[in-house]
């Protein structure tokens, strides 16, 4: 009974570290899937950048467009004074150099953006790592519960039989 007993708590000890580790594993999961709700929220507000910034672009280049049809000649014809011609000029150096801001940030928009959804698919993975782990760390602690209570069962089997035949020497012995 003691040798069960103390097999009983080896058994009992293994489960007990079975949920420790699922319990960990779990609370890492969980967090995990904060951090890629999180990284989707960023992707989302990244995305609605980028196409903020494209649109202006467009308009931009539309603009671009439109004064770089006309020749400096042109321009300075249809100018009212040098001073407006210059104005003019400048506006169309202003407008260029927007326009290559405007493309260095949805640059740097894409390749964050990349380099977020690479992130969440990793964190994917991971989940689905720890989630396996924490399948068979649960398949384990059912089958070590299902052999202790298996294992339970016959010894109170036996401990029964042993009571029902320590019974008959009592009632023996007293005959006798």
């Known amino acids: 009974l003691a040798n069960l007993e103390a097999q009983a708590g080896s058994y009992q000890a293994a489960i007990s570290a079975l949920q420790a580790q699922i319990d960990t594993l779990q609370s890492q999961i969980t967090a995990n899937q904060a951090q890629q709700a999180q990284l989707q929220q960023q ?12 649109a202006t672009l467009a308009n931009d ?12 000649f042109e321009m300075l014809a249809t100018s009212n004074s040098l001073s407006d011609y210059i104005d003019q000029q400048e506006s169309y150096s202003a407008l260029q150099d927007k326009i290559q801001n405007t493309m260095d940030q949805i640059n740097a928009l894409q ?3 990349q380099s977020q959804k690479d992130q969440v698919d990793q964190l994917l ?13 649960q ?3 059912n089958s070590l519960l299902a052999y202790n209570e298996s294992q339970q069962a016959s010894f109170n089997a036996q401990i029964q039989s042993n009571k029902s035949a320590l019974s008959q020497l009592y009632a ?5």
């Open 139 to 141: 398949n384990e602690q």
């Open 125 to 137: 993975q991971t989940l689905t790592a720890q989630q396996q782990q924490v399948a068979a760390a």
């Open 172 to 176: 023996q012995q007293a005959a006798i």
């Open 61 to 72: 280049v539309k603009t671009m467009y439109v004064n770089g049809q006309i020749t400096p």
């Open 43 to 54: 992707i989302a507000d990244n995305q609605a950048k980028l196409a903020q910034q494209k």
């Open 111 to 113: 390749k964050q953006l």
